[in-house]
């Protein structure tokens, strides 16, 4: 099976701030990396799928980038409305999918 | 607009079953895979188990494995897990959401794109 992990599994941060949440799979899963924001009591969203493809609707300040085992989501200015949890998900197994433990980034 | 609706959750004994609903709308249900993903308190998401848009293939996490089966009605909309021997592990959030599959430069990639907000299931004596 395929695991994942994120660094950090959290973080504070002011508004303004630029933030990079790195995950990490335990063998290549080449470009097939999703990431998801939850905000709580709320559904997850996703913003990036296929490693770096942003959703549509997503705020271009999200980027992801990586392949193979290392990942990244980068937030260039960080919002209010972003202080969330994010999470990153290995579609390569397909359609058995694995999320990530999350990463929680909250108001410095 | 397309929406995800769960419900069926509740209060049960360990070892007792449970059966959620996901009711589809705005969408073709019936061209689309399905999973459910839980939550359980103040932890992550795992994922539990997922259907093909004909309900020819089920797959599940090996935490539910036995235990769980998925299942859909495509001439109502509506997607089911069927929750049997449950145990306090299982208490969690559990959503439903649709599997979607875009071509990225020739390949294919697979993701949720449309979420349900949840129904809640506690297992407790």
């Known amino acids: 099976d395929i695991q994942m992990t994120q660094s950090p599994s959290s973080l504070s941060a002011s508004v303004g701030d630029r933030v990079t949440i790195t995950c990490r799979a335990s063998?290549?899963?080449?470009?097939?990396l999703n990431w998801y924001q939850q905000k709580p009591g709320k559904a997850p969203k996703l913003l990036i799928y296929?490693?770096?493809s942003l959703q549509s609707g997503v705020p271009s300040r999200f980027s992801g980038s990586g392949s193979g085992t290392d990942f990244t989501l980068t937030i260039s200015s960080l919002q209010p409305e972003d202080f969330a949890t994010y999470y990153c998900q290995q579609s390569y197994s397909t359609p058995v999918f694995t999320f990530g433990p999350g990463t929680k980034v909250d108001i410095k | 607009q397309v929406q995800l609706v769960e419900s069926g959750g509740g209060v049960v004994q360990p070892g007792g079953s449970l059966r959620l609903s996901c009711a589809a709308s705005?969408?073709?249900?019936?061209?689309?895979?399905m999973h459910w993903v839980r939550q359980a308190p103040g932890k992550g998401l795992e994922w539990v188990a997922f259907?093909?848009?004909?309900?020819?293939?089920?797959y599940y996490a090996d935490s539910v494995k036995g235990r769980f089966t998925i299942s859909r009605d495509n001439s109502k909309n509506t997607l089911y897990l069927q929750m049997n021997s449950l145990r306090a592990e299982d208490t969690a959030v559990y959503y439903c959401a649709k599997d979607i599959i875009v071509v990225v430069q020739r390949s294919y990639y697979y993701y949720m794109d449309v979420w349900g907000k949840g129904t809640t299931v506690t297992v407790s004596s």
């Open positions: 063998q290549s899963i080449s470009s097939y």
């Open positions: 259907i093909r848009y004909d309900g020819s293939n089920k």
């Open positions: 296929a490693a770096s």
């Open positions: 705005g969408f073709t249900f019936s061209s689309y895979g």
